[in-house]
């Protein structure tokens, strides 16, 4: 697939105010805007030979699924959860659109990468991970103090039996 001249899109997306990309569907990124680079910390000159690989999360769906696999059925694909990298390391969770397009009489595809809700997203998936750390410690406390009421029972258990044996005579112990 033949790359084109990303200044041709760069003209469109440089106008958007959110962070888009234009990638190919090989997952070359064609070109960024300025908010885009902001987002990922990085220059707009060292995002373009980057692939989608290169900015998302080892377990997201855009990089496990081939990109054409999204648009069997439609030509957009609304509000999908994404966590990026960032060039800092950071790791936010964003709502990704996805438009598939064509320019000009080109006969290749491509994609328009909106990002949105970065911030939002990000929060509340660091507050659901904060929740479920929280609740494994709260669970692994709750058995620890299972396991010493039940080591404390055992042991009021023998000293019971201990003191009836020393104190009671033996045929009211074991009635009792």
């Known amino acids: 697939m033949s790359t084109p001249d990303p200044t041709i899109y760069k003209a469109i997306v440089d106008v958007i105010s959110q962070p888009v990309m234009v990638i190919d569907f090989a997952g070359a990124?064609?070109?960024?805007?300025?908010?885009?680079?902001?987002?990922?910390?990085?220059?707009?000159?060292?995002?373009?030979?980057?692939?989608?690989?290169?900015?998302?999360?080892?377990?997201?769906?855009?990089r496990k699924i081939p990109l054409e696999k999204f648009f069997?059925?439609?030509?957009?694909?609304?509000?999908?959860?994404?966590?990026?990298?960032?060039?800092t390391g950071r790791e936010?969770?964003?709502?990704?659109?996805?438009?598939?397009?064509t320019f000009g009489n080109q006969t290749s595809n491509y994609?328009?990468?909106e990002i949105?809700?970065?911030?939002?997203?990000?929060?509340?998936?660091?507050?659901?991970?904060?929740?479920l750390k929280a609740e494994q410690v709260a669970t692994q406390h709750s058995q620890e103090l299972q396991e010493k009421?039940?080591?404390?029972?055992?042991?009021?258990?023998?000293?019971?039996?201990?003191?009836?044996v020393r104190y009671l005579p033996a045929e009211m112990v074991e009635d009792i």
């Open 92 to 101: 936010p969770v964003s709502s990704v659109t996805l438009h598939k397009f």
């Open 72 to 87: 069997s059925e439609t030509l957009v694909v609304p509000n999908l959860p994404v966590r990026f990298v960032t060039g």
């Open 111 to 113: 994609l328009l990468l």
């Open 116 to 131: 949105n809700d970065q911030a939002e997203l990000t929060e509340a998936v660091e507050l659901a991970e904060d929740c």
């Open 149 to 164: 009421n039940d080591e404390i029972q055992a042991l009021n258990t023998k000293i019971k039996e201990q003191v009836l």
């Open 29 to 62: 990124i064609i070109c960024a805007n300025k908010a885009a680079s902001e987002f990922f910390e990085r220059e707009q000159s060292e995002l373009q030979p980057l692939n989608l690989s290169d900015i998302v999360g080892e377990d997201e769906a855009l």
